[in-house]
Nanobody, 126 residues
Framework: QVQLVESGGGLVQAGGSLRLSCVAS????????MGWFRQAPEKEREFVAA????????IYTDSVKGRFTISRDNAENTVHLQMDTLNPEDTAVYYC???????????????????WGQGTQVTVSS
């Protein structure tokens, strides 16, 4: 069992930056691939980024490539999402999630993730 708690959301102007963090408690954090998803009002949950168990591999959805960076620190049981050059279309609740196996095996599909945090709100004003 893994518990995930996100933090770092807030209100920022377009062009600004935020750094989201997700702290995990429980067993074997380093054995899980970690991902970030987001859900805007009246929209489906959307994949944002994922990182492999050792941080060696990452994947991103096209709309955030070059702007967002996912990373993890297994010693601190933490995964981060650095978000730069934010725009209003990035407004959503952001969720941290954990999945067994490599990110190249279903890493962008929310059904592959078995543990989820409660989410943190990110609002980007124009």
């Amino acid at each position: 069992q893994v518990q995930l708690v996100e933090s770092g959301g807030g209100l920022v102007q377009a062009g600004g930056s935020l750094r989201l963090s997700c702290v995990a408690s429980g067993r074997d954090f380093s054995s899980y691939s970690m991902g970030w998803f987001r859900q805007a009002p009246e929209k489906e949950r959307e994949f944002v980024a994922a990182v492999s168990w050792n941080g060696g591999s990452t994947i991103y959805t096209d709309s955030v490539k070059g702007r967002f960076t996912i990373s993890r620190d297994n010693a601190e049981n933490t995964v981060h999402l650095q978000m730069d050059t934010l725009n209003p279309e990035d407004t959503a609740v952001y969720y941290c999630a954990a999945k067994p196996g490599h990110i190249l095996s279903g890493g962008s599909y929310y059904v592959a993730y078995i543990y989820w945090g409660q989410g943190t709100q990110v609002t980007v004003s124009s």
